[in-house]
């Protein structure tokens, strides 16, 4: 889903001579003022003053527990990452100043891509300076006018932005729905050009995609499939390849796209294949050529990072005790869960209304839990949700402390 975006009315106010441009935000502005005027804290403007480590940061002055970043792998500050880093700034400069196409190609770039191959054991490896233009750019480059795109309905903002800029036609398709897939493929014309695009694990509940029969189905019908694995990279599957990997079906997919803003601790994009042509989308894919490449630090950082995690069984084994502790804790104190049983580590908490929602959120800060808060237009059937999204570094006594948090602030607002 298309996260903290609010999808603005058509303008209607004149002013002078012209339309306010900003007329079409204006019950967004309502909507925030009021919210701000009951002295209610922003949660979408909170500063972390210092970053303790992976789990710690001192927020309003206070020593808080991260709940509420991507970091599940904690490799934020592993010490060979971060030395790997300050390494590549010395040698290499603060930045390159340049398109990949053109001076932007550094040795980190290459190295980078030699450890997503290896990582992934595919033939081929694209970075991008975010998931966000990877996405963008993978999706706008191979589906364009005349081709057909289905994709589930809740896609993150990236897909559907890559689906707007290459002018494909868009078939939505129920969320994790198998059959309402199929019927939407059935439908495509034949000998037109398809592909199925997909999400390992949907962040805003945490649930995964059945991709074994969604994977089956696409190829039934021909169809290319790229599927975006931005929250389980490190942690899902045995080597950490993601729910394709879990579900046995990696060697079916077209391109697998990926971030470094998650499990790999820094930022930048990518996208992998095993397609015989895959390398001329470095000359074709506008979002990878018509932008500055990486910074020399943020390769060196993601390559070690992405290295390190080809070993991380030990993590991911205990990032799912995390998930599993925390998902039972939620729910024995009862809290309504996005999912039956926790399927990644990402747990989404149900709240009853917006109100309640921000008021929750703020609670749990003043006692020293962050977590995010996500509500409509972002989130599926215009829910509330406080998304907690778990770290390999949680410690059992920090989840259990979570859990105390939770339960204290649940009964100061009248939740549980
Ligand atoms: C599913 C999904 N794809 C892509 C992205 C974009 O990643 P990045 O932060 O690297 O732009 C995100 C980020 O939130 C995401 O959740």
Known sequence: ????????????????????????????????????????????NLVMEKVLSPT??????????????????????????????????????SGTTGSRVLNGTYQGHKECEEAL????????????????????????TIAGKGDYIVLDIDSHASIWDGCAM???????????????????????????????VLEGVYSMLGDIAPLKEMVAVAKKYGAMVLVDEAHSMGFIGEHGRGVVEDAGVIDDVDFIIGTFSKSVGTVGGFCVSNHPKFEIMRLVCRP????????????????TSIRKLMHGSNKRAHLWENSKNLHKGLRDLGFQLGTEEPQSAIIAVIMP????????????????????????????????????SLCAEHSEGEVSQILEIFEKSGKEIGII
Request: charged share 25%.
């Open 166 to 196: 290459g002018q494909a036609e868009v078939v939505p398709f129920k969320h994790n729905d198998i059959e309402a897939m199929e019927k939407r493929l059935k439908r495509i014309p034949e000998g037109a050009g398809k592909l199925v």
């Open 288 to 303: 990878y050529v018509f932008t500055a490449s990486l910074p020399p630090s943020v390769v060196a950082t993601a390559a």
């Open 117 to 140: 191959r290896e990582f992934y054991d595919m033939d081929h490896a694209m970075v991008f300076s975010t998931g966000y233009q990877a996405n963008l750019g993978i999706i706008s």
């Open 353 to 388: 209304d917006l109100e309640r929602g921000a008021a929750m959120w703020e609670a749990l800060i003043r006692n020293g839990l962050y977590v995010n808060l996500a509500r409509p237009p972002a989130t599926p059937a215009n829910m509330t949700l406080l998304r907690c």
């Open 1 to 44: 889903m298309s996260e903290g975006i609010i999808q603005p009315d058509q303008p209607e106010t004149l002013e002078g001579d012209g339309k306010d441009l900003f007329s079409k935000f204006d019950d967004i502005i309502a909507l925030r003022e009021g919210l701000l005027a009951s002295g209610q804290e922003d949660p979408f």
């Open 56 to 93: 710690r940061a001192i927020c309003n002055g206070r020593e808080t527990i991260l709940l509420g970043t991507y970091n599940y792998m904690g490799m934020t500050f592993d010490p060979d990452v971060v030395e790997a880093g300050k390494q590549a700034l010395a040698d290499f400069g």
